[in-house]
């Protein structure tokens, strides 16, 4: 099968052929042109200004006319205070509840800053210490004996050699005694490694950004030993139901055009309905402030808003008449709101009785949702 075999020899071969191309492949066009017209100062090492930085997360318009994305929809400021954290000596922790694009930012900010996001460390509860400092191969260490060449370093301890931008997600998943390995490198900037009796000293340049849900709290909380060595910034929710709809298509599109999926025109109107029915369950009231509903279990996130859309422009695409429908996401938000079987069931019979049904021009989404619920 010749075609397997290109197939495979292309996408070893070119990010172009990635299903999903790191920040700093997928924009790269947008931060060489901020690196060409940045004048501003820059940290040691780093490849843009902290204004040029600033400017790749949250968009905006060179004076040579390239427009620059906005990745980030939220307040300004946030963004600012995250960057300029960056160039401190304390690391940067983002928390917020899940879908408040954390993670999005802490892989932007890497690639803007260092050109690399991928120096990561993804936390879990069976995160071990040599995640975060460092392994051994063991064939080396077997016939040579402990040795530079035998060491396996950590992308932490790699982004410390280098000076870079490290990335630790879900820090609260990690067990405490494995979290306080973080400790001295924070804090002196050394990573010891005394079976070699040396050390990897942190380059300028090096920093960690670390990301943890606020749902997550009490799970392995933070050792006030280790929150003392990060600024926390916590990423809201969007404040407005305009806001929300302008994240979801901006995602929307960009999703879909790296999927292939053939052009639906998304009309904004099933965007705005599925957003509005998330932060109305989520917030517990209608948007117009009189009637009160129940909240599900689940988070209702911006990003869960994002998945449905993208699922059901691909229904619409590839087994509707080409435009997204209200058919196409009611089967997507029952997932998305029912995640307890039955009192979920019960929040979203109701939501749909009461708010729904009455709603002026939500017919067609009204019985879209009764039939898939039924
Ligand atoms: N304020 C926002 N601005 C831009 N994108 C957002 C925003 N909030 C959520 N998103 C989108 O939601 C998706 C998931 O975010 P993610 O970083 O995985 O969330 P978290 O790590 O906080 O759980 C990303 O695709 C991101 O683009
Ligand atoms: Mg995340």
Avoid at 131 to 143: K, V
Wanted: charged content about 20%; glycine content about 8%.
């Amino acid at each position: 099968m010749p075609e397997s075999t290109s197939a495979l020899t292309s996408a070893g071969s070119g990010t172009e052929q990635a299903l999903r191309p790191h920040a700093e492949s997928a924009f790269a066009a947008e931060l060489a042109a901020l690196a060409a017209t940045d004048d501003r100062p820059r940290p040691s090492r780093w490849n843009l200004s902290p204004w040029a930085v600033a400017t790749y997360l949250l968009g905006g318009t060179l004076p040579d006319g390239t427009v620059i994305t906005p990745k980030y929809v939220g307040p300004r400021r946030i963004v600012e205070v995250a960057v300029t954290t960056l160039a401190t000596d304390r690391a940067l922790l983002l928390l917020g509840v899940p879908g408040t694009a954390k993670t999005w930012v802490s892989e932007h900010l890497a690639a803007a800053v260092s050109g690399d996001s991928t120096l990561l460390v993804q936390g879990t509860a069976g995160t071990p210490e040599e995640a975060i400092r460092y392994g051994w191969n063991y064939a080396q260490l077997l016939t040579h004996g402990p040795s530079r060449a035998a060491l396996v370093p950590s992308p932490v301890m790699r982004a410390m050699a280098e000076g870079r931008i490290a990335r630790v997600e879900e820090l609260t998943r990690i067990p405490a005694d494995v979290q306080d390995t973080l400790i001295t490198i924070l804090s002196e900037k050394t990573l010891p490694i005394p079976e070699l009796g040396t050390e990897t000293q942190a380059v300028r340049g090096f920093n960690l950004i670390a990301t943890a849900n606020d749902r997550d709290r009490g799970v392995n909380d933070l050792s006030s030993a280790l929150r003392r060595r990060f600024n926390t910034v916590v990423l809201p929710l969007p404040a407005s139901a305009e806001d929300e709809v302008d994240i979801v298509s901006r995602r929307v599109g960009q999703i879909g055009t790296s999927l292939d999926l053939p052009a639906v025109p998304h009309g904004t109107d099933e965007i705005r309905r599925v957003v509005t029915v998330f932060r109305e369950l989520r917030g517990g009231i209608t948007e117009d402030g009189r009637t009160k509903v129940k909240s599900p279990s689940g988070t209702l996130s911006t990003a869960e808003a994002i998945s449905v859309i993208t699922n059901g422009l691909a229904l619409a695409a590839h087994f509707g008449d080409g435009v997204l429908r209200a058919g196409d996401v009611a089967a997507g938000i029952l997932g998305a709101v029912v995640r307890d079987p039955a009192a979920d069931r019960l929040v979203w019979q109701e939501y749909l009785e009461t708010v729904v049904r009455e709603r002026e021009g939500w017919k067609d989404f009204y019985r879209a949702c009764r039939e898939v619920s039924a």
